[in-house]
């Protein structure tokens, strides 16, 4: 089965690095450009950006550039979403999701609260 | 960036209805336009892709069109478990990908 599973929910205060992740299986890994998208609470969705596994190249939107990085490690099928230093306005559900020329398979969602 | 103007944001119909939603690129995307569905708490889901084709295993009283700027989702005939917000997103630019502001869609 091709699927994304995504790392569980995170509670971090104000300030604070996280790093969450996003395993790929049943699909060759470095063959799929891999995207994650944010989902404040109760919004719509929002492109952050997107990693070529294969050679770790990314690509930004103008909205998050800079204030995330996108990583991949192809040995184990797994990209990466952080932050050095979240801020309340980081609260949000994320998403990773497969991407050719859609975003095809998504990953279960990894709620983010960030709060003092 | 390309904005992705989608509309209605809500929308009410009758079970067995027809319902349609729009979406109007700023510029020309050919049919670099994707249609998802969101059920509350869960992930996204895909239903149409490149404008117009039916991903597999979706049902067939879903399907799309249009090219250019003008975009068309329509469900034929609205069930009960179509209840969702759905989604068109943009492609033209694989480094810069938009998504429309939603619909949500409720039974009347």
């Known amino acids: 089965e091709v699927q994304l599973v995504q790392s569980g929910a995170e509670v971090k205060k104000p300030g604070e690095s996280l790093r969450i992740s996003c395993k790929g299986s049943?699909?060759?890994?470095?063959?799929?450009?891999i995207s994650w998208v944010r989902q404040m609470p109760g919004k719509g969705l929002e492109w952050m950006g997107r990693?070529?596994?294969?050679?770790?190249?990314?690509n930004y939107s103008p909205s998050f550039q800079g204030h995330v990085t996108i990583s991949a490690d192809k040995s184990i099928s797994t990209a990466y979403l952080q932050w050095s230093s979240l801020k309340a306005s980081d609260t949000a559900m994320y998403y990773c999701a497969r991407l050719r020329r859609a975003f095809d398979i998504w990953g279960q969602g990894t709620m983010v609260t960030v709060s003092s | 960036d390309i904005q992705m103007t989608q509309s209605p944001s809500s929308l009410s119909a009758s079970v067995g209805d027809r319902v349609t939603i729009t979406c109007q690129a700023s510029q020309d995307i050919s049919n670099y336009l994707n249609w998802y569905q969101q059920k509350p708490g869960k992930a996204p889901k895909l239903l149409i892709y490149?404008?117009?084709n039916l991903e597999t295993g979706v049902p067939s009283r879903f399907s799309g069109s249009g090219s250019g700027t003008d975009f068309t989702f329509t469900i034929s005939s609205l069930q009960p478990e179509d209840i969702a917000t759905y989604y068109c997103?943009?492609?033209?630019?694989?480094?810069?990908?938009?998504f429309g502001q939603g619909t949500r869609l409720e039974i009347k």
């Open positions: 490149d404008a117009s």
């Open positions: 049943g699909y060759s890994f470095t063959s799929y450009w």
């Open positions: 997103q943009q492609y033209d630019n694989l480094a810069s990908i938009t």
């Open positions: 990693i070529d596994p294969s050679d770790s190249y990314t």
